[in-house]
């Protein structure tokens, strides 16, 4: 979706989504390039998606009454509206009651769809998550963290917004019932923070594409969970300010491409006790010299007019 078109949506959805507001464009030579890959590449591929597509047509004309293609409508490139047709994996009656998001073991869906979604992912959300969820979530956690090398979860804390009503716990888990991802964000008022997020990635290097799909799919879920909370900004808990690696990168351009507008947010920490002053005073140490840390300061004192004298 193009960038003005995703902030119109969400202007009008009632949800505003902070990131960044201007994203790179695919014009000009990168345009024609990734158009010409597209089609080279699908000439090369439909002799045998032509064989798949007759065998399941074949297949679902013989399991259930109905039509074998079904059509809906999408939003592309520039905002784009275009239709798609699907091999139908659901009963023709499936929406007589209205749209709803497809659920496990979902008594919709055909004998032959099963076999079709057979890598569907599910999504999970809860306001108030169980210790055994906590208890989840800080398993699969850890393991990110391991490999990524970035402290730990903290239950204590995760119970302590439990007991607020501050916390948003929410998965997506594929037919087995394995976390590909994982994030829990901060509730706090109006705004809806990411706190953590992880993914299975590095356990799973086979399907880190259907991994990349699944956390795209649950950040939009968690947005349409943060609204149906009333909630008005949802925050992807920052960008780097100046990102040094491909992954820095790689980060910054996902976060980008569901809109949205650039905001500094000022958060602070302010300690009740000594061993609490000596922690602030340790995580400045490890922060002074970070970018989001003096574009922080710098704004600061551009706002209150102080020098750094």
């Not at 996902?254 to 947010?265: A, L, M, R, Y």
């Not at 302010?270 to 400045?284: D, E």
Request: glycine share 6%; aromatic share 12%.
């Amino acid at each position: 979706m193009h960038s003005n078109n995703v902030n119109n949506f969400f202007k009008d959805y009632g949800l505003s989504i902070v990131t960044y507001r201007n994203l790179n464009k695919a014009v000009g030579w990168n345009r024609f390039m990734k158009r010409t890959f597209d089609l080279f590449f699908c000439m090369l591929a439909l002799p045998f998606a032509i064989i798949v597509i007759i065998a399941f047509s074949l297949l679902i004309r013989l399991d259930s009454k109905g039509p074998v293609f079904y059509t809906q409508i999408r939003v592309g490139l520039d905002g784009r509206y275009f239709r798609v047709c699907k091999l139908r994996s659901m009963y023709i009656d499936a929406e007589k009651d209205g749209e709803k998001f497809a659920v496990k073991n979902d008594p919709r869906v055909t004998r032959i769809g099963r076999i079709m979604r057979k890598a569907r992912i599910y999504h999970k959300s809860y306001t108030n998550p169980s210790d055994n969820l906590l208890e989840r979530f800080i398993a699969f956690f850890d393991t990110f963290s391991k490999n990524k090398k970035i402290p730990k979860a903290n239950m204590g804390r995760l119970k302590e917004l439990r007991a607020q009503g501050a916390i948003l716990l929410s998965f997506v888990e594929d037919e087995q019932e394995q976390i590909l991802c994982s994030h829990v964000h901060v509730v706090n008022g109006r705004c809806c923070s990411l706190l953590h997020s992880a993914s299975a990635r590095f356990d799973n290097r086979d399907i880190r594409n259907v991994i990349g799909r699944a956390n795209r799919y649950l950040h939009w879920m968690d947005i349409c969970e943060a609204k149906s909370m009333g909630v008005d900004w949802y925050d992807f808990g920052g960008l780097f300010v100046d990102s040094k690696s491909a992954e820095e990168e790689h980060i910054n351009r996902f976060k980008k491409e569901f809109g949205g507008q650039e905001v500094d947010v000022d958060k602070r920490i302010y300690p009740n006790s000594i061993i609490g002053k000596m922690v602030v005073f340790l995580f400045w140490v490890k922060m002074r010299k970070r970018p989001e840390f003096l574009r922080g300061k710098a704004k600061w004192q551009q706002r209150y007019s102080i020098s750094d004298t």
